[in-house]
Nanobody, 125 residues
Framework: QVQLVESGGGLVKPGGSLRLSCVASGPDFTLDGAAIGWFRQAPGKEREGVAC????????YYADSVKGRFAVSRDNAKHMVHLEMNNLKPEDTAVYYC????????????????WGQGTQVTVSS
């Protein structure tokens, strides 16, 4: 069974930075070349996409709310993906999830097959 594991969350002050990482374990699946989505969900709010990478051409897309502050990347040597988050704001506080699939789904989270358990990001002074 394929499992994704996120790491790197924590408490940070406004203006600070964090880097989230995601790795996959299980048979017959690797994050290398997979479509990747990073999503977040704050209490009382719907899940929203923040960044994604397509499987076919590695195009990257970002939500308007994080554009210019967040960057998604692959580390194929370590079979990982990262979400670099800079200039964090209190409104970025949420549980962040990594999702993956063999096909690209953009920010349509319902169609991603594999999910991590989430990692908490709290931005507060």
């Amino acid at each position: 069974q394929v499992q994704l594991v996120e790491s790197g969350g924590g408490l940070v002050k406004p203006g600070g930075s964090l880097r989230l990482s995601c790795v996959a374990s299980g048979p017959d699946f690797t994050l290398d070349g997979a479509a990747i989505g990073w999503f977040r969900q704050a209490p009382g709010k719907e899940r929203e996409g923040v960044a994604c990478i397509t499987n076919s051409d590695d195009n990257k897309y970002y939500a308007d709310s994080v554009k210019g502050r967040f960057a998604v990347s692959r580390d194929n040597a370590k079979h990982m993906v990262h979400l670099e988050m800079n200039n964090l704001k209190p409104e970025d506080t949420a549980v962040y999830y990594c999702a993956a699939d063999r096909n690209s789904h953009g920010f349509n989270w319902l169609n991603y097959r594999y999910w991590g358990q989430g990692t908490q990001v709290t931005v507060s002074s």
